[in-house]
């Protein structure tokens, strides 16, 4: 059984600094892509970032130049390292995984920026 368990949310001033860790379990072959949504109060949840099985990023544009997607493919977990926080950036923080024919989901972990 496939589990993703997001961590490292928390409450910090804007200009601040977070990182989150995603760890998959249950992986027996290559995990195809990770990435990394959220989702404020109100809106759809929005793609972050993501990274491909061989490297390959992409990020949303509110994020770029702040936010860098990283991963350890020997412990199956990705990394969003944010950078100079802003208050927009407050929302929960869910990570997908996508292995075999499925996406999987983690429980997601809040991040609050306040000015």
């Known amino acids: 059984q496939v589990q993703v368990v997001e961590s490292g949310g928390d409450s910090v001033q804007a200009g601040g600094s977070l990182r989150l860790s995603c760890a998959a379990s249950?992986?027996?072959?290559?995990?195809?892509?990770m990435g990394w949504y959220r989702q404020a109060p109100g809106k759809q949840r929005e793609l972050v970032a993501g990274?491909?099985?061989?490297?390959?990023?992409n990020y949303a544009d509110s994020v770029k130049g702040r936010f860098t997607i990283s991963k350890d493919n020997t412990k199956n977990t990705v990394f969003l390292q944010m950078n100079s926080l802003k208050p927009e950036d407050t929302a929960v923080y869910y990570c997908?995984?996508?292995?075999?024919?499925?996406?999987?989901w983690g429980q997601g972990t809040q991040v609050i920026v306040s000015s």
């Open positions: 997908k995984t996508q292995y075999g024919f499925r996406d999987y």
């Open positions: 249950g992986i027996i072959f290559s995990i195809k892509s």
């Open positions: 990274i491909t099985n061989d490297g390959r990023t």
